[in-house]
């Protein structure tokens, strides 16, 4: 990304739809409706139908009518880079948080957001070698028996390695990035 494509880029500019789960009413095989948090945005409840393991389509032609309506008019939700800003306002304070935390309000690529065994993560993912500022907080956060989030963000010629740890602030490495 260049600076250019960047022009205007922000948070309130950069809102995605929001998503819903698909489902299917079994008296009604052709039409797929869209999953709330307790029922279709038409009214049926779980009992009455199949949820699926994909996101509601308010675009195909098979969409119920009602739904469609409903999820168009859903309000936005938050772009991956706001979501991730938002999660290290509780890291510790410090020169490399507030520039990771400019670079996402700039809409900095997010490259790598997961979540898994630390261990794995910090095997295959976390590109430790690369690291030049904050490595030893963040081999002993990656070092723990159990699942953290991980996230990779490029920014000028730097990467900054997250982690998100269930319970406790996230931690951030700078790294070299991988161009």
Request: glycine share 8%.
């Amino acid at each position: 990304m260049t600076s250019d494509d960047q022009e205007g880029w922000s948070f309130a500019t950069a809102r995605v739809p929001a998503q819903f789960g698909a489902a299917i009413h079994p008296l009604t095989p052709g039409l797929q409706h869209a999953w709330g948090d307790e029922e279709t945005l038409c009214g049926l409840v779980e009992d009455q139908i199949e949820l699926y393991r994909h996101l509601f389509d308010r675009e195909d032609a098979s969409a119920c009518p009602i739904c469609r309506q409903q999820a168009a008019a859903a309000p936005t939700r938050p772009c991956e880079q706001e979501r991730l800003h938002d999660r290290l306002l509780a890291a510790a304070a410090g020169p490399m948080r507030e520039d990771l935390l400019d670079a996402l309000r700039q809409g900095a690529e997010i490259k790598l957001w997961i979540n898994g065994p630390a261990v794995s993560l910090a095997k295959h993912y976390a590109q430790l070698d690369r690291i030049v500022e904050g490595s030893p907080a963040l081999i002993a956060a990656l070092s723990v028996n159990g699942s953290v989030g991980l996230a990779r963000v490029e920014h000028g010629p730097w990467q900054f390695i997250v982690v998100l740890p269930d319970h406790g602030s996230p931690l951030i490495a700078r790294a070299r990035a991988d161009r």
